[in-house]
Antibody, heavy 116, light 112 residues
Framework: QVQLVQSGPEVKKPGASVKISCRASGYTFNDYYIHWVRQAPGQGLEWLGVINPSGGRTEFAHKFQGRLTMTSETSTTTVYMELTSLTSDDRAMYYC?????????WGPGSLVTVSS | DIVMTQSPLSLPVTPGEPASISCRSSQSLLNINGYNYVDWYVQKPGQPPQLLIYLGSDRASGVPDRFSGSGSGTEFTLRISRVEAEDVGVYYCMQALQTPYTFGQGTKLEIK
């Protein structure tokens, strides 16, 4: 069955970077785009960007361009999301999600805390 | 960006009664292939969102048939025919027609 396993919680200082992994299994890795969505505490859902694991093409939300990177590693069927220059506004649960037929299958989330 | 507007934002429901949530998009979500690219998800505390309905009206695998989705273009509705206690959570609509994918604000369903 399709499974997305994400890396564990992170605590970062303001100005630092965080890199989260999302390991996929149960399907052909290169056949499905992976999206990243975040959710601040008590808030709604915010789309960050998407990566095509086949070739690595990415697209990001405008507000994150310049400080967001996504990469994929076919050998380990893992996608990575790195966000730089963290502020307290980046404190959130970060979800990877596999796209299929216009819908998303979500990973469990990775909690990022930004605190001095 | 496509703006998704949900209503109501809070929905108290008596068990056994029906419930409906509306979602309006700022532009049509009808693709040239004839499908509306709108999904409905429910998020329960401490969990990621779970898919209920995709392409406007297709029920996801394992979703009870008391959940249904309808609508086309810019107006969409999620209906629960008879609410059960386990349906408590926050319901989101999402458009997947174009990036950036965008979400409604969420509707919190609670049991009276």
């Amino acid at each position: 069955q399709v499974q997305l396993v994400q890396s564990g919680p992170e605590v970062k200082k303001p100005g630092a970077s965080v890199k989260i992994s999302c390991r996929a299994s149960g399907y052909t890795f290169n056949d499905y785009y992976i999206h990243w969505v975040r959710q601040a505490p008590g808030q709604g859902l915010e789309w960050l960007g998407v990566i095509n694991p086949s070739g690595g093409r990415t697209e990001f939300a405008h507000k994150f361009q310049g400080r967001l990177t996504m990469t994929s590693e076919t050998s380990t069927t893992t996608v990575y999301m790195e966000l730089t220059s963290l502020t307290s506004d980046d404190r959130a649960m970060y979800y990877c999600a596999r796209a299929s037929t216009g819908h998303l299958f979500w990973g469990p989330g990775s909690l990022v805390t930004v605190s001095s | 960006d496509i703006v998704m507007t949900q209503s109501p934002l809070s929905l108290p429901v008596t068990p056994g009664e029906p419930a409906s949530i509306s979602c309006r998009s700022s532009q049509s979500l009808l693709n040239i292939n004839g499908y509306n690219y709108v999904d409905w998800y429910v998020q329960k505390p401490g969990q990621p969102p779970q898919l209920l309905i995709y392409l406007g009206s297709d029920r996801a695998s394992g979703v009870p048939d008391r959940f249904s989705g309808s609508g086309s273009g810019t107006e969409f509705t999620l209906r629960i025919s008879r609410v059960e206690a386990e349906d408590v959570g926050v319901y989101y609509c999402m458009q997947a027609l174009q990036t950036p994918y965008t979400f409604g604000q969420g509707t919190k369903l609670e049991i009276k």
